[in-house]
């Protein structure tokens, strides 16, 4: 495993991508997992996805900086956490990367996507009209389609709750799209009613958005 990309937001929250490279037993010999960790895995049957559980859990470590055991369940809702560290934690993972934030101010959210021209299937989906008629048709309208998904699904990731939805809940203001930016998130739902900066950025082929709350 390769880390391709580590940025410190701040000196409370960090993020950090890798390229995976091993196969799992590599990857497995620098974990230390329990018998409930171990049956997860094995339930994982496509190698994929079990390289990409492994991996976001070795960014971890090296995120943490600890040779510790680090126990990270999932809760009701599917949300990964840390038992027995205290910061907040998203996870990502997409083809050849998988990805990890962490801070100890706050909820954190992160996601990472293959740019693919097949998001145009499902646009109406997860935004609105409202959110369309700002999206670009030139050059860079995929990309800020992606820009767009990943945007709700950080800020998805962070709330934790399930039943949000992209398209009822979530409202992305207008904005230009760049290959690095920020753009502003209403969620609006049960539980919450709030805006949101969500940071985003183009990684090689990948779109990649984080957001801290």
Known sequence: MSLVYLRELDQHTKFAIWRIEEDEQTLSNQLQLDALEEQKLISLSNGKRRLHW???????????NTTAYIDCPSDANGKPYLANFPQKISLTHSFDYAGAIIS??????????????????IVHKFLKEEELDFITSGENRIAQLYACWSAKEAVYKLQGNSGVSFLHNMTIAPFQYQDEGILKLHLKSEYHDCHFDVHYEKFNAYLLAYVVE
């Open 104 to 121: 100890s101010v706050g909820e954190v959210g992160i996601d990472m996507e293959l740019i693919k021209s097949k998001v145009e299937r």
């Open 54 to 64: 492994l991996a976001t859990r070795v960014l971890l470590r090296t995120l943490l």
